[in-house]
């Protein structure tokens, strides 16, 4: 059985930081793909960044700069380094193994 499981989120102000964590089990990690998405109610789920089994980074153009993907082969883990948050980056956060696998989804509220 296959599990993605999200943490880190919460509430930050403005310009703040926040690192995000998901752990998987159930499939080879260093094999796959692995990604972070995020979604407000009434819009379409949307790619944040993907981090490749090669380890290459690609990021959506309004996170570049601010936001760092990694990954960590032996935990079977990917992380999502948040810094200079804003008020449009509040959602749910998802991670995601091929596109194909997803977790619950972690909350960042950005308010003050």
């Known amino acids: 059985q296959v599990q993605l499981v999200e943490s880190g989120g919460g509430l930050v102000q403005p310009g703040g930081s926040l690192t995000l964590s998901c752990t998987a089990s159930g499939i080879v990690f260093s094999f796959n793909t692995m990604g972070w998405y995020r979604q407000v109610p009434g819009k379409m789920r949307e790619v944040v960044a993907r981090?490749?089994?090669?380890?290459?980074?690609i990021y959506v153009e309004s996170v570049k700069g601010r936001f760092t993907i990694s990954r960590d082969n032996a935990k079977s883990t990917v992380y999502l380094q948040m810094n200079s948050l804003r008020v449009e980056d509040t959602a749910v956060y998802l991670c995601t193994a091929e596109d194909y696998y997803w977790g619950r989804g972690t909350q960042v509220t950005v308010s003050t």
């Open positions: 981090i490749t089994n090669t380890g290459d980074p």
